[in-house]
């Protein structure tokens, strides 16, 4: 009896450092995101603050059509030990990436459309470039459930730390230091983006490597 009660008075510890560290890398995140904000309301103004807040739109969108449901899925069959961590990681690379291009190259017959009714003032550059994010924004989805599924909580604010701090510092760098404008406001979500995708690819590589195989 005492030997249980000692295992739940340490797991209870234990998960009061891990809800502490999840609150402080929250706080931590909006602060850097509202210095993105203002970094960008500064230096591009009212309109360019709104064409790329827009843009950032569509990729968001098509991500979470294409979810799935699998960021949940991997958290529950990761956590309960049904599959392999290999296999789960596995599948969500595959996925990540066939699905991201499946909803690029379906949302393409109708981007016409969008910029004429949603984006008129918007060049379509903009908008090709943004589509680039959506296999990393499936992929940041897929790999950070993994890491919660093996309750590895600190890993999992680092991809949330990494997305934000990148994001802010890819915006000083286009946007405020080589003043790329627009564009730089663009390319630096895309770029942050890609960076957080890969990082947590990194993270999760421990967990039994990655093969290019998926198990239906």
Not at 143 to 171: E, K, M, Q
Not at 180 to 201: E, F, I, N, R, W
Request: aromatic content about 12%; overall charge positive; hydrophobic content about 55%.
């Amino acid at each position: 009896f005492l030997e249980r009660e000692g295992r739940g008075r340490e797991f209870l510890v234990q998960y009061a450092k891990e809800s502490g560290f999840v609150f402080a890398t929250l706080v931590v995140c909006l602060f850097l995101g509202f210095l993105s904000s203002v970094v960008v309301a500064r230096m591009l103004g009212p309109e360019g603050k709104g064409i790329v807040f827009l843009i950032s739109l569509v990729p968001g969108f098509l991500a979470l059509i294409g979810s799935l449901g699998l960021a949940s899925a991997n958290v529950y069959f990761t956590g309960s030990r049904k599959y392999e961590t290999k296999e789960i990681v596995s599948n969500s690379t595959i996925l990540a990436l066939g699905v991201g291009v499946f909803l690029i190259l379906a949302f393409l017959p109708v981007r016409g459309w969008v910029l004429r009714n949603f984006m008129q003032d918007v060049p379509p550059l903009y908008l090709n470039l943004s589509l680039f994010s959506v296999p990393c924004l499936l992929s940041i989805s897929y790999f950070s459930s993994i890491l919660r599924g093996r309750f590895r909580f600190r890993a999992f604010n680092l991809v949330s730390l990494i997305d934000v701090g990148g994001r802010l510092f890819c915006i000083l760098v286009l946007v405020l230091t080589l003043r790329m404008g627009v564009l730089g406001g663009v390319l630096a979500t895309v770029a942050s983006l890609a960076l957080t995708a890969l990082l947590a690819l990194f993270l999760i590589l421990p967990e039994g490597g990655l093969r290019f195989h998926i198990n239906l």
